[in-house]
């Protein structure tokens, strides 16, 4: 019998949040153990709720909702998107250059497969979100990585930007507010990207999935609020700003220079068709979710609870011997530094294991996001204040016995 193997298109595409070790945690699970998990953002599994008024239009909807509906989406849920764009200063998107999906995932893997010819280039940040890593490499692109600077608030460095760019660069990707980082890019820096974008002809895409998880009164601005003279592609959804992961409602919107895109937008058009439409039901929540109450606000006003997570888990991590972080103004991540004089790492997978073994903490290690050296880690501070103590003090203990190896 001949072995059956996975196809050459997968030999680059890697996901290591879902990757050996949480498979080692369900394991450990099944044997009857308590893993606290702060390695995923899934708020819906810490108790975060979706706002009620959202999961009741769901009910509501889902008798009509067994039909397919047009491959973009409904148009309800569509014009409430061109709304939102129109609340964040982003101009000229119409109802048409909107695509709902199955989460923001789906979409992403459809604009890399809708834009990339074997060996062309794009630049994803390092730290990055691994799916985009992934989505390039899938649809046989190569992914150049740009230095996200840890000594400057993890913001892109556009020296490095620059020093990747040649002539099969098609596009950057920027993640703002970031996972895994926290960080939040001042429109200067924005600005600054958009002239790189625009002296080298790249599309510009804007993950903004954390828009609306903000600390400290910050606000965010949409980077495709800011030229119309390059192409755009902005991602979001109601998974993080909604707390509805499960749901699968996300959205991508083309803007600013349509014109040079028309080829590309077709493209676009075909894969949404051939995958029919995304997931119904969930298409009913995104008008009501958009245009009602921001319950979001009262989780990340510094007396709420995401605000109180993030404050304990950056007090505590950094508390500890050896250990370094920029405190995060969005979203739901921590990604602490290990210094290496003190932890010398060979291996940050084994080392995420060994935590996780000896102290039933499952993080996820700093190259699950194509960071290079091995003195990462990401923290998800959605635990409650009490799990959150617990993880932290158990993190704190397997690293003083690292100490003393
Ligand atoms: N983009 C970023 C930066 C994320 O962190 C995530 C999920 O964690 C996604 C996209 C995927 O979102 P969705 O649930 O809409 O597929």
Request: include cysteine; charge should be negative; aromatic fraction near 8%.
């Amino acid at each position: 019998m001949t072995t059956i193997l996975k196809s050459n298109k997968l030999q680059n595409v890697c996901y290591e949040i879902r990757g050996p070790v949480p498979e080692r945690a369900r394991q450990m699970e099944e044997e009857g153990q308590r893993i606290i998990k702060l390695n995923i953002g899934n708020l819906a599994s810490f108790g975060f709720d979706a706002p009620e008024e959202v999961v009741q239009d769901m009910i509501r909807n889902l008798p009509n909702s067994a039909g397919y509906v047009d491959s973009k989406g409904l148009f309800q849920a569509r014009k409430a998107v061109m709304h939102y764009t129109q609340s964040k200063n982003i101009g000229d998107v119409t109802v048409d250059d909107i695509y709902i999906g199955n989460g923001a995932s789906e979409l992403i893997v459809m604009a890399m497969q809708g834009l990339l010819n074997d060996g062309d280039e794009v630049l994803v940040p390092m730290p990055d979100y691994p799916l985009w890593t992934a989505a390039v490499s899938l649809a046989g692109g190569t992914p150049r990585h740009y230095l996200c600077d840890e000594a400057n608030e993890w913001y892109p460095s556009l020296e490095d930007i620059r020093s990747k760019i040649n002539d099969k660069t098609k596009a950057i990707v920027i993640i703002n507010p970031n996972n895994p980082t926290g960080a939040l890019y001042p429109d200067s820096l924005l600005k600054d990207i958009i002239q790189i974008a625009r002296e080298n002809n790249l599309i510009i895409y804007a993950d903004e999935i954390y828009d609306k998880v903000l600390y400290d009164g910050v606000t965010h601005t949409s980077i495709a609020s800011l030229a119309n003279d390059i192409l755009f592609v902005t991602f979001n959804g109601l998974s993080k700003n909604y707390r509805a992961c499960g749901f699968r409602a996300g959205w991508m919107f083309v803007s600013g220079n349509k014109k040079i895109a028309k080829d590309y937008i077709e493209g676009l058009n075909i894969l949404a068709t051939m995958r029919l439409c995304a997931n119904v039901p969930a298409q009913y929540a995104i008008q009501t979710a958009l245009g009602g109450y921001q319950s979001i606000n009262d989780l990340v006003k510094p007396t709420g609870r995401l605000a109180k997570q993030r404050d304990l888990a950056y007090k505590l991590l950094t508390e500890i011997p050896g250990v370094s972080c920029v405190k995060p103004r969005a979203a739901l991540y921590m990604f602490p530094r290990l210094d290496p004089a003190i932890y010398p790492i060979a291996d940050d997978q084994q080392f995420i294991l060994e935590l996780l073994q000896e102290e039933k903490v499952l993080l996820v290690q700093g190259t699950g996001f194509n960071w290079q050296q091995p003195d990462h880690f990401r923290v998800v501070f959605l635990p409650n204040l009490d799990d959150l103590t617990d993880a932290i003090a158990r993190i704190a203990r397997f690293l003083e016995n690292y100490r003393k190896r």
